[in-house]
């Protein structure tokens, strides 16, 4: 009896699927591993391209907040709400300063603001505390 075999018997092709299977899914991980991190990294690099923007109203609206000790506000920039609450932490003069042969004194004071932030983006909260200054 001369059998001449052609083909893959059943286990080969089993064990090749189980091979087969077992890459796709570990790809499949990888890959979606790669898309979630790609997506989060995306919303923090905007999210600190808008801060630094929300920052940087802040710091104007202290500047022309002279008299005042406390200074709070909200709004919304491109989607992202915002609520601050800053606080004189310091307040002081510049130093004195020679013009020629005399000594001036500045007049202005200048303040060190403790400044809390609050941005929410997309149901999540991001808390920030910085300090600015201001004269």
């Known amino acids: 009896m001369n059998m001449i075999s052609r083909g893959f018997t059943l286990i080969e092709v089993l064990i ?8 796709l899914a570990a790809f499949t991980l990888v ?8 997506e989060k990294a995306e919303l923090n690099v905007s999210s600190a391209a808008y801060t630094t923007l929300i920052i940087s109203k802040i710091t104007f609206d202290l500047k022309n907040s002279h008299s005042l000790n406390e200074k709070s506000g909200s709004g919304e920039l491109m989607g992202r709400h915002y609520q601050w ?18 000594l001036s004194q500045a007049e202005h004071q200048a303040k ?24």
Do not use: C, H
């Not at 090749?16 to 890459?23: L, Q």
């Not at 609450?85 to 005399?102: C, D, H, I, L």
């Open 31 to 38: 890959f979606r591993t790669t898309i979630l991190s790609s």
């Open 85 to 102: 609450q800053a606080r004189v932490k310091e307040t002081a003069k510049p130093p004195a300063r020679y013009f020629g042969n005399s």
């Open 16 to 23: 090749a699927s189980f091979i087969m299977f077992i890459s």
């Open 112 to 135: 060190l603001w403790q400044v809390k932030l609050e941005v929410k983006v997309n149901g999540k909260n991001s808390d920030f505390l910085y300090e600015e200054i201001t004269w």
